[in-house]
T-cell receptor, first 113, second 111 residues
Framework: DAGVTQSPTHLIKTRGQQVTLRCSPK?????VSWYQQALGQGPQFIFQ???????QRGNFPDRFSGHQFPNYSSELNVNALLLGDSALYLC????????????FGQGTRLTVV | GQQVMQIPQYQHVQEGEDFTTYCNSS?????IQWYKQRPGGHPVFLIQ?????EVKKQKRLTFQFGEAKKNSSLHITATQTTDVGTYFC???????????FGSGTKLNVKP
């Protein structure tokens, strides 16, 4: 049973470019949350998708958008990249409902130069 | 806004010593989860606490959730070098799995 898989593992982009990160949730999970983890910091909640809709959002600008597909996989899109967007982007999947265990993927390390 | 504070930021211990990290929320939480992240790795789920005053143990690890559901702690007895990593608490808010992570406590264990 595959856990949460994310692609790519590493990515280097130039300021102003756009990036798409992908996440496949753990089998049986229907909810996907995205987090941004800057070096030395805790993960910061970006948004959560359930039933193909953005259900909750953290304090991130509209440059950050996402999508969830019928198979529960998800994408995170970031437009007009800034140097400050350099971070580890983590996807966490869970089953719908409060307080269920979240499983994290290994993350995508994004570097903006 | 919602904040989860975690202390200390760093902890260096000799192998065999105990270790504790504390987590405090500005608001009441629906639940709290604890994660461990090894250097270069991703957060790995350790445990979840839901009830007020709940205490759970996993071998040498003891987790507590405060009576007011605003604070939590993780205590490791007799640390081992395999305990090295950063420990995060994540406070759950509302009816969905939206979690606010603390800034983490980085544990270093000297053999």
């Amino acid at each position: 049973d595959a856990g949460v898989t994310q692609s790519p593992t590493h990515l280097i982009k130039t300021r102003g470019q756009q990036v798409t990160l992908r996440c496949s949730p753990k089998s049986g999970h229907d909810t996907v949350s995205w987090y941004q983890q800057a070096l030395g910091q805790g993960p910061q909640f970006i948004f959560q998708y359930y039933e193909e809709e953005e259900r909750q959002r953290g304090n991130f600008p509209d440059r950050f958008s996402g999508h969830q597909f019928p198979n529960y996989s998800s994408e995170l899109n970031v437009n007009a990249l800034l140097l400050g967007d350099s971070a580890l982007y983590l996807c966490a999947s869970s089953r719908q409902g409060a307080g269920t265990e979240a499983f994290f993927g290994q993350g995508t390390r994004l570097t903006v130069v | 806004g919602q904040q989860v504070m975690q202390i200390p930021q760093y902890q260096h211990v000799q192998e065999g010593e105990d270790f504790t990290t504390y987590c405090n929320s500005s608001t009441t939480l629906s639940n709290i989860q604890w994660y461990k992240q090894r250097p270069g790795g991703h957060p790995v789920f350790l445990i979840q606490l839901v009830k007020s005053g709940e205490v759970k143990k996993q071998k040498r690890l003891t987790f507590q959730f405060g009576e007011a559901k605003k604070n939590s702690s993780l205590h490791i007895t007799a640390t081992q070098t395999t305990d090295v990593g950063t420990y995060f608490c994540a406070g759950g808010v509302g009816n969905f799995n939206k979690f606010y992570f603390g800034s983490g406590t980085k544990l270093n264990v000297k053999p």
